[in-house]
């Protein structure tokens, strides 16, 4: 008995004794790490999104006609809910950009480091900075109002969604901030950026072109005039003004770090896309050069000698694979580069500055010109080819079609190729080309995503007062700075 | 009978033999019932403390005091007998069933034995063989409609595991599975499937580890409904309580005891049939195709393709739909047998018919062999048992099997009269080979009932597959004959997927204790316990070189199963090791205080230590050599590994009181405390009471004679749960490296000032017998709020997070539980026995956080998502609805006929709890043969059917193929009788169907849905909310009859008993409301219910049993 006694006594000292709590202990998972490998993940995840062609995530390309869908039709013919896509896009910019991105900031401000000069720790934070402006700016760009001010704080379940002009009015503000901060004689985040392994210098082009862009969308709202004035003009001066100062990220040969598009078009081996009649059709006639670095041929003859030709499936109706083109090689290979932002598309925004009568030097004509130029070079082009292409008057920006509206925004529809949310937006923006919904469409072709429909029940009354607020929680509905 | 009985708390009462004038009396204490002796029963001399107890064979020598002439004789659950001495000093007593007594003693948490009718609380028993007559993969299957208050839900896979539910999901989002508890000690039930699995992506369904428990070894399981009845074992057993008894050493009354050694071999087998209920039938009318999109200008059923430089017409490979071409004998098309020269139609056109095996040819007859041989013995220092038992299956899938070998062995030893030792131990190794693919990824039930051509022949896949071991698929990306590769687009050959791309798994495990027990007075002992339940199991994956890519590797999430990468080949490996360690030290007390009271109580204390570990490794980018499974055949880097290593403590101090007053009013009291490493310290002690009041009130009734028993009972019970590990420290997840390291946040916000979940309940219960316990009922009525519930709240991810942790929610159960049992015949030669239990739960969502009234369970493909929303049961589906207009009529879109669907996906359209389970056995004794059936009833419940969503809409079902109210085949285009007017209507020969339901101007809806396209039926015409089924069941269970060879025969063999069985199990679904599906399939145990998607088959069983006892 005593002998038992005892043992229950050291049994239950051994049990006081031991700091039980210390097993909870998560001793594989870091509770600390640096800002800038958290800046290297949401960068990256970031192009991934705006760069994938995977149907859960990313269906711009189809929203502007560059590629059509073969057997299930349903993103082709603008069904964005069957499989979660406005879901999917937010969750990517404010789960695993926007949030790692603050994280980030909050991380580095708090870090010390043994840089040479200060100067290096504010080039971070402001390179982080201007990462973050971008990803509100495509939020603002795809949904109108959105969760701003109380967002990516996890105490407040119930963010109020903010009014769109306000916050990329305030966007704007913050990329001048950050400009105003970068210091080109020094570093910023070195090897953990991936677009321009922290070159400031390229950085501060970026940011400038960035916020060309983002006046330019302002331009139609009549309020706001020296606003944008004021914004275009002074971003002008400092924007990115070659092809080797564009904003890219350079996949790598191994899974995950591949080019999206191999992984979802090679690696899946699945056959689900093709080129669109809309965009091939219109290249076509234009004998545009890029077309070689765009699409695949196929043999159209019915019977001898191949005749190889480039064929777009019929936009929004079914395709069999081996019949149409298909994206060309080149874009398919695992290191595919990956862009936010180009060299032809700043010009075009140049181009369009001039024509709204903004103080930005040159003449529309000579923007429009080199942005096609340094297009066609960018895909592999030559000099020969953009003189040829251009020689053709209805390409020559004195004799194409139209308004500057319809030539630039022809143009830019042939040049942000691959990029199918840039094109989308300056497709909203200049009203071409002109578009026509396929005939089991389920709406007209989108003008913005609908907000995620688990914002329904996770945020319902901000939800219900932002799509009253902008008119409705529809496809249909035109966002503030899409006036025409 | 009784073998549960443990001797040593029937042997508080021996007395002092006192030297004094007094006779040696002898004797044999036997039971009336079968007349076999009765160990441990204790006689005394009346008015003395003086007595002893009987040994092994129910003899006893007892030295009484002169003057004394009377002895009393007990034993539990026998009534006691007062035996008047006369001269003789050999005295035979032969004891009753006590009247009173329902059940004799049952076995209470921590592993005390207690008389059932002292307890507050309810439980029930299912004996050992009511479990093990059937041999399933797991014995939990076997409880569906054997208790009141339990559901049960198996599902079809081969090994899978099955969600068993006590009394409702009491915990938002934590582990609702009940405890099972083998011998008092716990046993680990963990379910290793991944995320993706349990929502349905891609995975298999690796089973739930408690059905290592051999159900051969099972002597009996006592259910353990309540908080009050588990509180004792603190936070893990608020889900209730599985207390499994083992088979120990055979004592008297047991089938099959013989003194000395027994050795009992007992050897089945059971053969499976497809139920054809539960598969899809196929319309014969089409082939393959999405509709006339094919040929060169797009407009034809056929593609046009040159063979040897002639244009041939081929049917579309690439598609997996049968919404293609009319069949017509007389068409001679080129199929996909046309493409690979080793195939006999190579280059070869064949009839454009439906196929002559369809998929139902693909399954094997499953076969299960079970044997087990055990060796037991009861002498007079103890009593031990060996067992060995090897289970073997081949399952219905080519290439899938499962087998298991245990080995256990239990024992106990009386080394003094004071003290006694017992341990037990049992090692299996369970091995699966080829289980199928669940959820929508890399499954060919999905194919078979969402996505195939209703014109490939099952048997040719095999030939050409069992000719070429090549990857010979019916859905070439391209059969073109001037391309040279050959590959599949989304379907492998089905055998190629089968023999080439199969897992498998194996666990080792053994669980045991040791125990010592001291008797430090009559009324004392203490009991000391260690215990262990440790595995190793490993999960291999693979993928051969030359397969369809899938989702492969290692993705995001914890488990990396989520959002993986398409891979064509790998090779993937889960290790995993787990081990509980349980330290118990109990003091029991036992004593009558006077005649009228007595008084039990525990002192005790719990040790438990729990470690699990998990790596995950994988191949990237294919494998380098083709056949060869390892991490080092990989083609790419290895992605980063995971690891996780959680490690679980809790200290428990424990103490329980009962008080008994004249065998007629029972009250207990308990409470614990526990001390939980997974909470912060300032939260991580907590308490909880319970108690519990019993009245026998026929005690007071004795008069009436129909009146055999009659019980009330009351309690009240407050359970604490702590958190699961590492809920409270964020934590930052590392990505694989860029050019530079990556992290990035956590998707969810975790807690640092958690508290314990707690749930109150209160129970009542009434159980009353009549008529000399011929007929008898138990009813039980429960509340259960739970609430603090630590969950994972879903938010929007504006806030930079997916979840966070909180403590809020409360759940209400409340139900109703009721057993019947009656004996409507019995007689010396004839038996008739009745059981039916019935028992109805109502859950309630009561709040979750301020400002938020739904709580996002899971989302499945198709759009549903399974959801906790305030105000309503735990589990309601939301997706879209049909519009309907103000006088509920559903509203037709007057463009092309079809239903208008919400844009809203958060409808409810579905509940997944039944709104009532029951069951009844019959059991019928006729002299040496006994039938029984089981008839197993579910009403109610939601399940949705990716299925039909999508099948429907490829076209594989009779519903798209039928003739429609015009008398022409619904797939023919629509035709009007004048193309420019259509108020003139439709011409005779339309094809088409007309929706129910109303155009919006009011008019009854009068326009076609063409349906001669894919797009005609399914989930692009119909809202989520069609293709949610009631999944109401009325199943025959289990039925089986067997014979035992009366002991007369035997008398001149060395046999002592044999016993022939037949069974069958599941041999009918005699009623239910869902097409093509078993209502009880699903994706696998958790929290995750309420939707189908590829699942097998279920199967009727038959089989038969053999038993020899030696």
């Known amino acids: ?484 | 009978m009784r073998k549960f009985t443990i001797s040593l708390f029937l042997m508080l009462f021996i007395g002092l033999q006192v030297a004094y004038a007094q006779r040696s009396i002898t004797g044999k204490v036997t039971s009336s019932e079968d007349g076999a002796g009765l160990p441990g029963a204790t006689v005394l001399v009346k008015g003395t403390t003086v007595g002893t107890i009987t040994d092994a064979n129910g003899a006893f020598t007892l030295l009484v005091p002169k003057d004394k002439e009377t002895l009393l004789v007990s034993f539990v659950g026998m009534k006691t007998k007062e035996i008047a001495l006369g001269t003789d000093n050999v005295v035979n007593v032969v004891l009753e069933l006590s009247v009173q007594q329902l059940e004799g003693v049952v076995v209470t948490a921590l592993g005390i034995p207690r008389e059932k009718k002292s307890l507050g609380y309810a439980t029930q028993e299912v004996q050992g063989d009511n479990l093990s007559t059937i041999k399933t993969s797991n014995f939990i299957n076997n409880l569906s409609g054997k208790v009141s208050g339990i559901q049960v839900q198996s599902n079809t896979n081969m090994g899978g595991s099955s969600n068993i539910i006590l009394r409702g999901n009491k915990s938002l989002t934590g582990d609702n599975q009940v405890l099972f508890v083998i011998d008092g000690v716990p046993v680990n039930n963990q379910i290793t499937n991944t995320s993706s699995q349990t929502q349905a992506g891609v995975g298999y369904d690796y089973g739930n580890a408690a059905s290592d428990i051999n159900s051969d070894d099972i002597a009996n399981i006592n259910v353990l409904k309540g908080a009050a009845a588990t509180a004792l074992y603190g936070s893990r057993a608020a889900a209730g309580v599985i207390m499994i008894t083992t088979k120990k050493g055979a004592g008297a009354g047991d089938s099959g005891y013989k003194k000395g050694i027994g050795v009992t071999l007992s050897t089945g087998v059971d053969v499976g049939f497809v139920d054809k209920t539960t598969f899809p039938t196929y319309q014969q009318q089409y082939g393959a195709g999405y509709g006339k999109y094919y040929g060169p200008d797009g407009d034809a059923y056929f593609n046009i393709i040159k063979v040897n430089g002639v244009n041939e017409t081929w049917v579309p490979t690439t598609e997996d739909a049968s919404f293609g071409a009319p069949f017509d004998a007389n068409l001679m098309v080129y199929q996909w047998d046309a493409v690979d020269p080793a195939s006999p139609n190579y280059q070869k056109a064949t009839p454009w018919v439906a196929a002559a095996n369809g998929p139902i040819t693909f399954f094997e007859k499953p076969v299960t062999w079970n044997t087990t041989l055990s060796i037991d013995n009861t002498f007079n220092k103890g009593n031990y048992r060996l067992a060995y038992t090897n289970f073997d299956q081949k399952g219905l899938m080519p290439n899938s099997s499962l087998t298991k070998n245990i080995v256990s062995m239990n024992g106990t030893w009386n080394v003094t009269d004071k003290f006694t030792a017992s341990a037990s131990g049992s090692y299996s190794i369970v091995k699966g080979k080829g289980r199928n693919s669940t959820g929508y990824n890399d499954n060919i039930v999905t194919s078979f009932r969402q996505w195939m051509e209703t014109n490939v022949d099952i048997k040719e896949q095999w030939n050409l597959y069992n000719q070429t071991a090549r990857n010979l698929t019916w859905n070439y990306a391209d059969p073109d004959p001037a391309t040279t590769d050959y590959s599949p687009i989304y379907w492998d050959n089905y055998y190629w997927t089968r023999y080439q791309n199969y897992e498998t798994d194996q666990r080792n495990r053994f669980f045991g204790n040791v125990a010592l027990d001291y008797k430090v007075t009559k009324w004392l002992d203490i009991y000391g316990r260690m215990s262990v339940d440790t595995y190793y199991e490993i999960q291999e994956e693979r993928r051969a070189v030359g397969s369809i890519a899938t989702p492969f590797g290692i993705g995001s999430g914890s488990d990396g199963s989520l959002t993986r990468s398409d891979q064509q080949s790998g090779y993937l490996r889960r290790d995993f090791t787990f081990s509980e360690y349980n330290y118990d030290l109990m003091a029991n007390f036992n004593k009558n205080l006077s005649k009228s009271f007595n008084l039990k109580g525990i002192l005790g204390l719990n040790i438990r230590r729990t470690n699990f570990s998990r790596l995950i490794s994988s191949t990237n980018g294919g494998l380098a050599v083709p056949g060869l499974y390892s991490l080092q055949n990989s083609i790419g880097p290895l992605p980063l590994s995971k690891e996780l290593v959680s490690k679980v403590g809790v200290d428990g101090i424990y103490a329980s009181v009962s008080v008994g007053f004249k065998n007629m009013v029972y009250l207990d009291a308990t409470i614990r405390r526990d001390h939980s490493s997974t909470l912060p310290p300032n939260n991580s002690v907590y308490y909880y009471p319970s108690v519990s009041a019993g009245f026998i009130f026929s005690q007071l009734l004795q008069e009436a004679k129909w009146l055999s028993f009659g019980k009330l009972r009351l309690n009240y019970a407050q359970v604490g749960s702590p958190a699961q590990f590492d809920q409270l420290v964020d934590n930052y997840n590392i990505i694989t490296p860029m050019n530079s390291p990556i992290t990035s946040v956590a998707g969810s916000k975790k807690n640092s000032d958690l508290k314990p979940e707690k749930t109150n309940s209160l129970e009542g219960g009434l159980e009353m017998s009549f008529l000399k316990n011929r007929l008898g009922f138990d009813f039980a009525l429960y509340n259960t709020f739970t609430t603090n519930q630590i969950l994972p709240l879903v938010l929007t991810t504006a806030t930079g997070y997916q979840s966070k942790i909180i403590n809020a929610g409360e759940i209400q159960n409340k139900g109703i539980e009721l057993t019947l049992k009656a004996t409507p015949c019995k007689n010396k030669n004839f038996a008739w026995d009745i059981v039916i239990n019935w028992s109805k739960n109502y859950s309630k969502v009561v709040s979750l956080l301020d400002g938020v009234n739904n709580l996002q369970l899971g989302a499945f493909q198709g759009g549903v998502t399974l959801n906790a929303m305030v105000g309503q049961p735990y589990g309601v589906l939301y997706g879209s609805d049909y519009v309907y207009d103000a006088n509920g009529n559903k509203l037709i879109n007057p463009a092309n006929g079809k239903y208008q669907i919400t844009t809203t996906s958060n409808n409810i359209i579905g509940n997944v709890n039944p709104l009532w389970t029951g069951g009844m056995t019959n059991s019928f004794k006729y002299k040496n043969w006994a039938l029984s059936f089981l008839i197993d009833i579910q009403k109610g419940g939601s399940i949705f059917s990716l299925d039909m969503y999508y099948g429907l809409s490829s076209g594989l079902y009779p519903e798209t193929a039928y003739t429609n109210d015009l008398g022409n085949p619904v797939r023919n285009p629509i035709v009007w009788k004048d193309p420019n007017d259509h108020s003139k209507g439709y011409a005779s020969t339309s094809g088409g169907y007309i929706n129910e339901g109303v155009l919006p101007n009011g008019q009854t809806n009068w326009v076609r849905v063409n349906a001669s396209t894919y797009s005609g039926f399914g989930y692009k015409v119909l809202p989520n909310s069609a293709f949610v089924y009631d999944a109401t069941y009325v199943k025959l269970r289990e039925i089986s009859i067997s014979y035992s060879v009366p002991a007369s025969l035997l008398k001149k063999v060395f046999i002592t008993g044999i016993t022939v069985t037949a069974v069958a199990s599941n041999p009918w679904i005699i009623y239910k409301k869902i097409p093509y599906t078993d209502p009880e399939s699903g994706l696998s145990a958790g929290n995750l219910q309420g939707y189908t998607t590829g699942s097998l088959p279920s199967t009727r069983n038959f089989g038969f049993n053999l038993k020899f006892s030696f």
Request: charged share 15%; with cysteine; proline share 5%.
């Open chain 1, 1 to 484: 008995m005593k002998k038992i006694l005892a043992f229950l006594t050291i049994l239950l000292i051994f049990s006081a004794c031991k700091k039980l709590e210390l097993l909870n202990e998560n001793t594989k998972d870091p509770t600390n790490v640096t800002g800038e490998s958290l800046f290297t993940g949401a960068q990256k995840n970031l192009f991934d999104q705006m760069t994938t062609p995977n149907v859960n995530f990313n269906i711009w390309r189809m929203f502007t006609q560059q590629w059509t869908e073969t057997t299930y039709l349903d993103e082709a013919n603008y069904n964005i809910d069957n499989r979660p896509i406005p879901l999917n896009h937010w969750n990517v910019l404010y789960r695993d950009v926007l949030k790692d991105l603050s994280q980030s900031a909050t991380i580095i401000s708090s870090t010390s480091y043994l840089d040479p000069d200060p100067a290096i720790k504010v080039n971070k934070l402001a390179v982080v900075e201007i990462m973050t402006v971008y990803t509100w700016s495509v939020l603002v760009e795809t949904f109108g109002n959105i969760p701003y001010t109380q967002a990516l704080n996890v105490n407040n379940v119930n963010p109020v969604y903010d009014d769109g002009l306000t916050v990329y009015k305030d966007l704007i503000n913050r990329l001048n901030a950050a400009i105003g901060k970068l210091n080109p004689a020094w570093g910023s985040l070195g090897t953990a950026d991936n677009m321009y392994q922290g070159d400031v210098t390229n950085w501060l082009k970026f940011a400038n072109s960035l916020k060309l862009r983002m006046g330019l969308l302002l331009a139609d709202i009549p309020s706001e005039a020296s606003f944008v004035k004021t914004t275009v003009e002074s971003a002008a001066p400092g924007v990115i003004s070659s092809n080797a100062d564009i904003a890219k990220l350079v996949y790598l040969g191994a899974q995950p770090n591949t080019n999206p598009v191999y992984d979802n078009l090679v690696a899946s081996g699945r056959n689900d896309f093709v080129a669109a009649n809309t965009l091939v059709d219109s290249m076509n006639n234009l004998a545009d050069p890029r077309r070689q670095f765009y699409f695949t041929q196929v043999d159209t003859s019915t019977s001898g000698t191949p005749k190889l030709a480039y064929v777009g499936g019929i936009y929004g109706e079914s395709n069999n694979f081996f019949s149409y083109s298909h994206v060309a090689d080149q874009i398919e290979a695992p290191t595919f580069e990956a862009m936010i932002f180009d060299y032809a598309e700043t010009e075009f925004l140049l181009a369009e500055a001039v024509e709204r009568g903004f103080s930005v030097g040159g003449t529309a004509a000579d923007h429009y010109n080199t942005a096609i130029k340094a297009s066609i070079a960018y895909w592999g082009g030559t000099e020969a080819d953009a003189a040829a292409y251009l020689s053709n008057p209805r390409v020559a920006y004195a004799t194409a079609a139209g308004t500057f509206r319809e030539k630039i925004g022809m143009q830019l529809w042939f040049a942000l190729y691959n990029r199918g949310f840039e094109s989308w937006t300056e497709w909203r923006r200049f009203d071409y080309p002109l578009l026509v919904a396929p005939p089991e469409a389920l709406s007209v072709i989108p003008l913005r995503l609908t907000y995620p429909t688990t914002e329904q029940t996770l945020n319902g009354a901000n939800w219900a007062a932002a799509s009253t607020a902008i008119g409705g929680d529809a496809v249909s509905t035109k966002l503030f700075w899409d006036k025409n």
